[in-house]
């Protein structure tokens, strides 16, 4: 009941989904309907069920819930380990992104049983039997579980995410002291998978204009740092209804991030900052 | 070569589905409460309309103003009543929530658990207490 640490994964068995109906606010061609039961693996004694997304852009037919059965004395300890053996031993044409392994490329970021994370670092011991596996939320798919992140990257390019200065160059770096350094501790590990920003509602609803966590957290990381020197401007560029102030401090962010980061806070400092600079 | 020739047979060009939001994503105590506040303040506003009309009534004498009380004094009345009651304290409670993050305090996740379960429970505490207050001076409890 009480979360304290983002990887705590809910217990809760009431109330997986929201009482919405299933093709509530969705487009005819994202409509997800029935797909095939791949036969379980023979001589297995160990098998867990997955439900997984797919969606093949070849076929001209919409996306499907395929369910597989993963043999779990075969298989490693993580999702991505089962997505692998999936991929090895039952259907090779299953689609998605993984790079580390380890919890630091931010690849393989998808929804699991109803909340983002990524695959790499989410145990198959907690997950719900049968687990369901679906790409990002609320992205255009290419295939499978492979979304298509152009939006929100180009996103992430409008926030200018570069040191800007305008005091000539040093001979060697930029010296912070330690505790300028600190300030952007718990901002610069976004890894950007982007789970907040397919987490949150309020980009749902208004994504084509509102920036996201994960983007409004760089935004952030970049307001904070002593050695940047567009402060004035950066603001500017956020102090707009839709950009910055969609966020309704819901906190799904908050909640799902990967690496325990915290988008909801940098993006009430970002408005703390705009309400100082007015004075 | 003809990049025409070579590309594949017309296909019907398919738009990219939207993979699912809201149909798949667990609730959670944060969207919930947030949601919630959104409804308790259209509760509110809704409420506000029957706060004006019971006003209204007062003011135009004792025979429609009677009405009006018989109205809220029957059980469907004092159900709604109740639930405006909860309403205005879950609304209440939430921004003041809202108010102390604004502050950036209380972000940590342990924080937001705390503060949230906290709304709920001062809402239905004060709920109760109100009402029982309320019955308790028109001499009903």
Not at chain 1, 209 to 235: C, H, I, N
Not at chain 2, 43 to 71: F, H, N, T
Not at chain 2, 76 to 89: N, S
């Amino acid at each position: 009941m009480i979360i304290d640490s983002s990887d705590r994964v809910s217990r809760l068995n009431w109330l997986k989904r929201f009482p919405v109906p299933r093709n509530f606010n969705v487009a005819p061609e994202s409509r997800i309907e029935p797909g095939r039961t791949w036969p379980a693996p023979a001589g297995a004694s160990r098998t867990k069920a997955f439900d997984i997304y797919r969606y093949d852009p070849d076929s001209g037919s919409n996306p499907r819930l395929d369910r597989f059965h993963v043999d779990l004395d075969d298989c490693g300890p993580m999702v991505l380990d089962a997505l692998i053996w999936i991929k090895n031993k039952v259907d090779s044409t299953l689609a998605f992104r993984r790079s580390c392994r380890e919890g630091v490329c931010g690849s393989c970021s998808m929804t699991m049983d109803g909340t983002n994370w990524l695959a790499c670092t989410r145990f198959i011991s907690d997950m719900a039997t049968p687990a369901t596996i679906y790409p990002l939320a609320n992205m255009r798919i290419i295939k499978d579980l492979v979304p298509d992140q152009t939006h929100v990257f180009a996103q992430y390019a409008a926030i200018k995410p570069w040191l800007r200065s305008r005091t000539p160059e040093p001979e060697k770096e930029r010296l912070q002291s330690v505790e300028e350094r600190s300030r952007i501790d718990g901002y610069y590990e976004c890894i950007l998978c982007f789970c907040c920003t397919s987490g949150c509602p309020s980009h749902w609803w208004n994504g084509d204009r509102f920036l996201g966590p994960a983007v409004l957290l760089q935004a952030w990381r970049w307001l904070t740092d002593s050695r940047d020197e567009a402060k004035q401007e950066r603001l500017d560029d956020l102090e707009d209804p839709f950009r910055l102030y969609r966020c309704h401090t819901i906190l799904n962010c908050t909640r799902t991030c990967p690496k325990g980061l915290n988008p909801g806070k940098a993006i009430a400092e970002i408005k703390k900052m705009i309400v100082e600079r007015e004075g | 070569m003809d990049v025409k020739t070579i590309a594949p047979a017309t296909k019907a060009l398919r738009i990219r589905p939207l993979s699912p939001n809201i149909q798949i994503y667990r609730p959670q105590l944060t969207s919930v409460l947030s949601i919630a506040n959104r409804m308790t303040g259209v509760v509110l506003s809704v409420g506000a309309i029957g706060l004006v009309i019971w006003l209204s009534a007062a003011a135009a004498g004792p025979e429609p103003y009677d009405i009006v009380q018989r109205v809220i004094g029957s059980w469907v009345g004092r159900l709604i009543l109740f639930g405006c009651t909860f309403a205005f304290f879950l609304h209440l409670c939430g921004g003041i929530r809202h108010l102390v993050w604004d502050t950036v305090n209380g972000f940590d996740l342990w924080s937001i658990y705390i503060s949230g379960w906290s709304v709920v429970a001062a809402s239905v505490v004060l709920t109760i207490a109100a009402w029982a207050a309320g019955l308790s001076v028109s001499g009903w409890l």
